[in-house]
């Protein structure tokens, strides 16, 4: 692609790994004595970390980051700390080079992270527990009082993607783009000039949501979870935005781990995700309001099949 203003992901990934050091580096806090606790084997490491994306690695988070891992960190009787990368990428990069061992990915990032850091899909949020039901839509706001009112306005305006790995953020609004204007390219809707008159990436989805609201940008899209909770916190009104248009279902991100862990470790995490009932992180961490009654069922790799199409028409390989 050319011509863009990239949030760019590669630079991100290089600062994340300057400032690790074998995992005693800035974020991770070093490693700590193994846990004297009888009931730990002996092949468990002494540590587990979290690694998490731009748009839940935010102070506004940081309470529920805390929770979750606290409570890991008791269930299973080791240390479990965090570490939040500056970009898609550099999560999976994390995983790859054993700098963590927990992620939830956004889709498009687990399939990436599957194919490059051998990671296992583990937990997938669910409403009511019902997996058939659990996914998320990509939708595209503007400023409220836009004269922008559907898909087909957007020719000629300013917008920003969110990252260029994030599947609500940057491969949903392409396809959905590529299916409103048949014939066009993903390289069209990331060139300056092209379709948009300005493109870019902000990096996190909150950062487009407050771009559109600000008027910097004319259209962003956002993934529908965390306009939810943006809401649901009031850091955003639905005052402030409209809605113009939203794409079909994306199943939802596994939360996982790196496969090459002990399985007794493994399967430990994940009888703890399974039994976590904490709603207020479900609800403002998540983005699920308790109406829906959110909770983890068990995930695999073959739900993210429709990803992986998705990948592939987006940006053939």
Request: with cysteine; net charge negative.
């Amino acid at each position: 692609m050319k011509n863009l203003k990239l949030h760019k992901a590669f630079p991100g990934v290089l600062v994340f790994l300057a400032v690790l050091a074998g995992r005693g580096g800035l974020f991770a806090g070093g490693q700590q004595a193994k846990s004297s606790t009888p009931s730990v084997p002996a092949n468990w490491p002494a540590e587990l970390v979290m690694c998490y994306l731009p748009n839940e690695a935010t102070e506004e988070f940081a309470e529920y980051r805390s929770g979750i891992q606290g409570d890991l960190s008791a269930a299973l009787g080791i240390k479990v700390t965090e570490i939040n990368a500056a970009d898609y990428n550099a999560v999976v990069e994390a995983m790859r080079t054993k700098h963590a061992d927990i992620a939830s990915f956004g889709p498009v990032t687990y399939v990436q992270a599957v194919e490059r850091a051998g990671v296992e899909a583990m937990v997938i949020v669910a409403p009511f527990g019902d997996k058939s039901q659990a996914g998320y839509t990509s939708k595209i706001i503007v400023k409220a009082g836009s004269p922008i009112k559907n898909i087909r306005d957007l020719r000629g305006k300013t917008f920003a993607f969110v990252d260029p790995s994030s599947t609500s953020g940057n491969y949903v609004p392409t396809l959905e783009l590529m299916n409103a204007f048949p014939g066009m390219t993903n390289e069209d809707f990331h060139t300056n000039g092209t379709f948009f008159s300005s493109v870019s990436f902000s990096g996190r989805h909150q950062n487009g949501i407050q771009a559109v609201i600000n008027g910097d940008v004319d259209a962003a899209p956002v993934a529908s979870d965390i306009l939810d909770g943006e809401l649901a916190a009031g850091r955003v009104k639905e005052s402030d935005f409209v809605v113009i248009h939203q794409s079909p279902l994306i199943p939802n991100a596994p939360i996982s781990i790196r496969k090459d862990l002990p399985e007794d470790l493994k399967a430990k995490v994940k009888q703890f995700f399974l039994g976590y009932k904490n709603q207020d992180y479900f609800t403002y961490m998540l983005g699920w309001p308790p109406e829906r009654k959110p909770e983890f069922v068990e995930a695999n790799d073959r739900d993210l099949d429709y990803v992986r199409d998705l990948m592939a028409k987006v940006i053939p390989r």
